[in-house]
Each structure stands twice: as C-alpha cells, then as structure tokens.
Antibody
Framework: EVQVVESGGGLVQPGGSLRLTCVAS????????INWVRQTPEKGLEWVAY????????YYADSVKGRFTISRDNAKNSLYLQMNSLRVEDTAIYYC??????????WGQGTPVTVSS | DVVMTQSPLSLPVTLGQPASISCRSS???????????LNWFHQRPGQSPRRLIY???KRSSGVPDRFSGSGSVTDFTLKISRLEAEDVGVYYC?????????FGGGTRVEI
C-alpha cells in the first residue's frame, strides 16, 4: 500500500523559513519523480516544484523560484522542501505528490503552512 | 502558462443520476510524443485530492467504472454515470503536457 506523509508545516513570520518533509513508502521511491503542490481557497491547486528520481532534474514555479529548494534522500525515502523568505501569499496546505509532472499518481494528506506576523 | 477552465463551477445532482463536467485548455494538450496528458482528480471534504483519470480516459487503480473521461486536443469531459453519495466534493482537471502543470479551478458536485 502506498503511503505518503508530509510534515514540517506551521506558523512562521514573513521573511522566515520552514523545511517540509515527505516520507513515502509502498513504491520504488528512488525511481519516482515527485512534486510539491499547494492549495489555498483563493488560488486552488498550484504546482510548486518537481524533482526526478536521481535528484538531478529540478523545476520550480516562477512564484517560488529563488526562495524554495526541493531535494530528496532516496536512502531515507524522503523528499524535502526548504522554504526561505516566506511571504503571506505562501500560506497554503502543501502536498507531496509522487508521479511526475504528467501524472501526480499519489497524494499525501498535506501539511499546513501559515505565514503571518 | 496553459489556462484550464472548468464548467460548471457548481453542479447539484440527484443520487443515481448522471453528472458531466467540462474542462477546456487554452492550447492543445497533445504532447510531442503523441499522448495527451489530461488528468482528473476528486477531492472529498477534508481530504487530499485523489487521481481518478489519467491520459484523458484511463481510470486509476480502484476507480469505479461509473467514472469515465473523454475528449481531445482542448476539450475534455468527466462523466459520472450514476452519482453515489461518496462522489460529492470538488473535481479538478489538470494538464501535464506543458510545463508548468496547471489545474483547473474545480467543479463542486453536491447532492
């Protein structure tokens, strides 16, 4: 059974940092492309970042480029999202979604991030 | 970026009756490899999205056959043949042909 579990969300002030973690099991993690997606009531679902299985191909949405860094540790079946220079508009539920840019096969339950003073 | 437009925004349906959701893209979703990467997702209240359909018409594992997807190029449709109570929630289309992937705004299905 596929399991995807995100953690690391919370309340942070504008300009602050957070590191999200996604731990997955039930599939061949090291060969799976994975995305981060966020959701807000106002903007809906928004793709944030992508990383391939080897970690050597990475893409970002323009809205987070230069501020967010996606990475992975295949030995730990883990994916990370380092979020720096956070803005109020980064407030959202963040989902880990294995399956690549074309498919988004699986989704975790999400971790909420609130950026507020 | 590609723009994905869904209609209607809200869809009241009677249990046992069919439902149909439309999704239009601002440009062709036919990839250079010949496939069309159009997915449909369902999100129940308080839950994360779950993929129902990929590549226009292929059902994901465990998805009941009352769900079907169709369409081509820029016009796509999700159909539910007979609505069940567990089908309420928001449905999203998503294109994966062009980078960045883009989701539609969602269609809320309610009883």
């Amino acid at each position: 059974e596929v399991q995807v579990v995100e953690s690391g969300g919370g309340l942070v002030q504008p300009g602050g940092s957070l590191r999200l973690t996604c731990v997955a099991s039930g599939f061949s993690f090291s060969v799976f492309e994975i995305n981060w997606v966020r959701q807000t009531p106002e903007k809906g679902l928004e793709w944030v970042a992508y990383i391939n299985g080897g970690g050597n191909t990475i893409y970002y949405a323009d809205s987070v480029k230069g501020r967010f860094t996606i990475s992975r540790d295949n030995a730990k079946n883990s994916l990370y999202l380092q979020m720096n220079s956070l803005r109020v508009e980064d407030t959202a539920i963040y989902y880990c979604a294995p399956g690549g840019l074309k498919y988004f096969d699986y989704w975790g339950q999400g971790t909420p991030v609130t950026v507020s003073s | 970026d590609v723009v994905m437009t869904q209609s209607p925004l809200s869809l009241p349906v009677t249990l046992g009756q069919p439902a149909s959701i439309s999704c239009r893209s601002s440009q062709s979703l036919v990839h250079s490899d010949g496939d069309t990467y159009l997915n449909w997702f369902h999100q129940r209240p308080g839950q994360s999205p779950r993929r129902l359909i990929y590549r226009v018409s292929k059902r994901s594992s465990g998805v009941p056959d009352r769900f079907s997807g169709s369409g081509s190029v820029t016009d796509f449709t999700l159909k539910i043949s007979r609505l069940e109570a567990e089908d309420v929630g928001v449905y999203y289309c998503m294109q994966g042909t062009h980078r960045p992937p883009v989701f539609g705004g969602g269609t809320r299905v309610e009883i």
